[in-house]
């Protein structure tokens, strides 16, 4: 639909006190619908620990998480990172040409929480 214009804007957060810096590369991106896509999310373990952690996404409208269709994500698999170990996670994804006109801003957001009983005596 290249009469059509999306926006999707990043959210990115850590639980339970998870000593992860996690963040996205770009902070938004425009496109239109029906459009492949591929962003960037930066996640930093500043642990002297190595650390398991699993991303849960969220959508802003709610009704969007229908139309929005990740074809790979860091959040699909468990994350492990060694101290002071940086990754850089690619996410391709495509927004459905269908999501109601009304919407023009999605929000995905990522809320990465420590696995409990993974990597706690890695090497």
């Keep these: 639909d ?3 214009w999306l926006t999707v804007e990043f959210d990115t957060n ?3 006190n998870l000593p992860w810096i996690f963040r ?3 902070k938004s991106v425009r496109f239109h619908p029906g459009e492949l896509m591929q962003v960037t999310f930066e996640l930093r373990n ?3 620990r190595a650390i398991t952690g699993q991303a849960i996404p969220s959508y802003g409208p709610q009704l969007a998480a229908g139309y929005f269709k990740k ?3 860091f959040c699909f698999t ?3 990172l060694q101290p002071g170990e940086v990754k850089r996670m690619p996410v391709v994804f495509v927004i459905e040409r269908d999501l109601p006109q009304d919407v023009n801003t999605v929000t995905l957001s990522y809320t990465f929480f420590e696995v409990e009983g993974k990597a706690k ?3």
């Design 24 to 26: 996205p590369v770009e």
């Design 78 to 80: 468990q994350q492990t």
């Design 71 to 73: 074809l790979e994500c």
């Design 121 to 123: 005596n890695a090497s």
């Design 14 to 16: 850590v639980r339970d």
């Design 46 to 48: 500043d642990s002297k």
């Design 2 to 4: 290249a009469a059509r």
